[in-house]
C-alpha cells in the first residue's frame, strides 16, 4: 500500500466518513453548536449535495482513509460570479502537514477554471486556525454575511478574489 495522499472527487461511499471528520473536528475546537455544518443534514450526503452545477467537493485519503476534504459551493443569493468555499476540515493527524492548504488551493483553482472571479467563506474563532490559513492565501474579512448559506452559527465571513 501507497503512503501518498490522493486528493480526488468525493464518491458516495465517502459520506460517512467525511461527516465524521467534519463532526469531530467541530466537537474538538467545541463549535460543534446549532447553525453549523455540525447540525445541517447535508453534512451526511455531501456527495448528493455536491452533485449541484457550479459546485466540486475534494477529499483527502490515504490508505483507504480519509483524512479531509474541501469543497465549492454555488451559494443562494452570492454576487454573480461569486461560489463559497465550504467544508474545509481535516482528521487532527492530518493538520499541520500542508494538506488544508492544498485542498484550499485546489478548491480555488477549480472554481477559477469554471468561471467564478470570487470565493466568500464563513468561519467562527473557534477556527482560528484555519482563519488564520485563509488570511495567508489572500482572504479578507468582511463586515457582513453574503448569500444564504444558512449556518447562522458562523460570525466570522471572508472573501478572496480570483
Not at 53 to 75: D, H, K, M, R, W
Not at 143 to 148: Q, S, T, V
Request: one cysteine or more.
Amino acid at each position: 500500500m501507497s503512503d501518498s495522499i490522493q486528493i480526488r472527487n468525493i464518491k458516495p461511499s465517502d459520506n460517512a466518513a467525511i461527516a465524521a471528520v467534519i463532526r469531530e473536528a467541530l466537537t474538538e475546537f467545541g463549535a460543534n453548536k446549532p447553525g453549523t455544518v455540525y447540525f445541517d443534514p447535508t453534512t451526511d450526503h455531501l456527495y448528493e449535495l455536491f452533485k449541484t452545477p457550479g459546485s466540486i467537493y475534494y477529499v483527502a485519503e490515504q490508505n483507504g482513509i480519509i483524512l479531509g476534504g474541501c469543497g465549492i459551493f454555488p451559494t443562494e443569493a452570492l454576487p454573480e460570479k461569486t461560489c463559497e468555499l465550504v467544508k474545509l476540515y481535516l482528521d487532527k493527524n492530518a493538520r499541520g502537514t500542508g494538506l488544508g492548504k492544498k485542498l484550499l488551493l485546489k478548491s480555488m483553482d477549480w472554481a477559477k477554471e469554471n468561471g467564478y472571479n470570487q470565493v466568500y467563506l464563513e468561519s467562527m474563532p473557534e477556527l482560528s486556525k484555519a482563519v488564520s490559513i485563509y488570511e495567508k492565501v489572500g482572504f479578507e474579512k468582511l463586515n457582513y454575511a453574503l448569500g444564504n448559506s444558512g449556518h447562522c452559527g458562523c460570525d466570522i465571513w471572508m472573501l478572496k478574489k480570483l
